[in-house]
């Protein structure tokens, strides 16, 4: 559910659009934003503070079960900060796939795992380029000393 | 007292159109977008989530055009909106140790683990005009990419671990300690109940963070200048990426819901004991959304200052009265007291004006009677 928070929802969109063998869904709770008040900490490991308040969008849906009644129904739940309602759609479904057993190493391998690398370099590109900026100051000897 | 007025409804709709006019300027220019607004005027969009208290980049940018880079007034919208949206809950306390680290310096201690990472920052520019960023779109010296920060084969990342410099002076017992509380429950939150003096850090902290970054920099200011000296010195400035999780009621475990851009600063104090407590160093706490570097440092410097009285120091300057601070700290509380002042007062005027001129009459009597007493009861 993380890498689904935090990846570009383009990202989504396109791995919505290549998945084969879409499945019938209905919402059980359609989109809806509201507002996670967020927390830190006096000097970081003290006692908690409300620090302010961030925009979430959530959802929930229901896959149905195939036409041979087989298949079982998956519900999975879209939490993801910001208001992009189709991002919060597209994060259940895939949540409700990733519940299936059946389904899932295979969408593991063709969306998580892709995903999650996305994320993991966007994070190594950050941390490269902030490293080239480190620093080593030169403390220099005072004249009277 | 104010007494409300009616009607002005045709010229209030066509001041609404001439101030749209204005808002969008000469047609002549291009339409300034949110997305650039979002990308290119990212430190006004921090100041504005922060104290506008609500995180999202998008709604800062929009609030940001609308109110003609007006910063309070964007700050003003954001407040209004966020009161038309549910509360869903409260996040996990955030964790600034796991931070994925953009910048992050010590003026304390040179080597650091982690080492010293100077980031995005103005420091040590020249604060020269650069007339290049000036230069139309197809222009020669147009902003072509070639100055920025580019990615050598095999680079060097950022050590995993940056631990918090603060942190590093705990284990000689030379710091104050910050330690979490018991009762995650009782978190004051002043968006939901009102302050009553005296408030607790949690509140001071709320109060604090989504402060006018302007007042709090003239506090700061102030302590540095001698009104509640208190040496400090910038233990550590962090800028980063946190995650932040939340527990939905419905899920009823820990989900990370995105993350989210801060900014820290550690203020270390030099202390030299009282009464209530050894010589030691006290430390001041600033946080806030986005880039904010200048707020989280006046905001650490205000912090320590209000420890005051439980350091059981002498407190007598303005930025170590807590009343004093927190009630005038909120920009748009004190924007709305300020500018309502422009609203029609005519009939309030009108009473005041009766009562001086009764005031005058009343002492001119007065300086008769003193004079001849007799005159006065000739004229009455």
């Known amino acids: ?145 | 007292m104010y007494v409300a007025v009616k009607g002005g409804e045709a010229a209030i709709n066509e001041a609404h159109k001439l101030l749209a006019e204005e808002r969008r300027g000469d047609l002549a220019v291009p339409e300034l977008s949110t997305a650039q607004i979002e990308e290119q005027l990212s430190l006004s969009v921090d100041r504005v989530m922060t104290e506008g208290s609500l995180y999202d980049r998008k709604l800062a940018a929009l609030a940001i055009k609308q109110a003609r880079g007006d910063l309070i007034e964007a700050i003003f919208l954001i407040r209004a909106y966020r009161t038309t949206l549910p509360r869903f809950g409260y996040s996990a306390a955030v964790d600034t140790a796991k931070m994925g680290i953009r910048r992050r310096i010590s003026a304390t201690f040179k080597d650091i683990p982690g080492g010293q990472v100077l980031g995005p920052t103005f420091d040590y520019t020249h604060r020269l005009l650069d007339f290049k960023l000036a230069a139309e779109e197809g222009d020669e010296g147009e902003t072509s990419g070639s100055d920025f920060a580019e990615l050598p084969d095999g680079v060097a990342q950022l050590d995993d671990s940056m631990p918090r410099v603060v942190d590093l002076l705990k284990h000689e017992g030379l710091i104050e300690e910050e330690r979490p509380g018991e009762k995650p429950e009782s978190i004051g939150d002043l968006t939901r109940e009102p302050m009553n003096f005296p408030v607790d850090r949690d509140v001071r902290l709320q109060n604090l963070a989504r402060g006018d970054e302007g007042f709090l920099l003239a506090l700061g200011y102030s302590t540095q200048r001698g009104y509640g000296r208190s040496h400090p010195f910038a233990g550590e400035i962090r800028l980063g990426e946190v995650a932040v999780e939340f527990v939905p009621e419905d899920l009823g475990f820990p989900i990370e819901i995105g993350e989210v851009t801060l900014s820290e600063c550690q203020m270390v104090n030099q202390f030299k004991g009282s009464t209530e407590a050894p010589p030691q160093f006290t430390r001041g706490y600033g946080l806030s959304f986005g880039h904010c570097e200048r707020k989280v440092m006046a905001m650490a410097l205000v912090d320590r200052a209000l420890k005051g009285r439980e350091l059981g120091e002498v407190v007598d300057s303005p930025a170590q009265d807590e009343e004093f601070v927190m009630e005038h700290s909120d920009n748009i509380q004190a924007s709305g007291f300020v500018e309502h002042l422009k609203l029609p007062h005519y009939v309030d005027f009108q009473s005041e004006l009766e009562l001086v001129r009764k005031m005058r009459r009343e002492r001119r009597e007065a300086d008769l009677g003193e004079k001849d007493p007799q005159a006065v009861e000739a004229a009455e």
Not at chain 1, 48 to 56: A, D, Q
């Open chain 1, 1 to 145: 559910m993380s890498v689904l928070a935090k990846s570009d929802p383009d990202d989504l969109i396109r791995a919505w659009d290549d998945l084969e063998d879409k499945p019938k869904w209905r919402w059980l709770r359609k989109p809806e934003t509201g507002l996670v008040m967020v927390r830190g900490r006096a000097g970081g490991t003290g006692a908690p503070f409300n620090l302010g308040e961030i925009t979430v969008t959530r959802c929930a849906v229901v896959t149905e079960g195939g036409e041979n009644g087989a298949d079982q129904s998956y519900t999975g739940q879209g939490y993801l900060a910001g208001r992009n309602r189709r991002h919060a759609e597209l994060a259940a479904l895939f949540d409700a796939l990733l519940q299936n057993s059946e389904r899932r190493p295979a969408l593991e391998d063709a969306v998580i795992k892709p995903l999650a690398a996305r994320l993991e370099a966007r994070r190594h590109q950050a941390s490269a380029k902030s490293a080239a900026t480190k620093v080593d100051f030169f403390t220099l000897v005072r004249g009277e000393d």
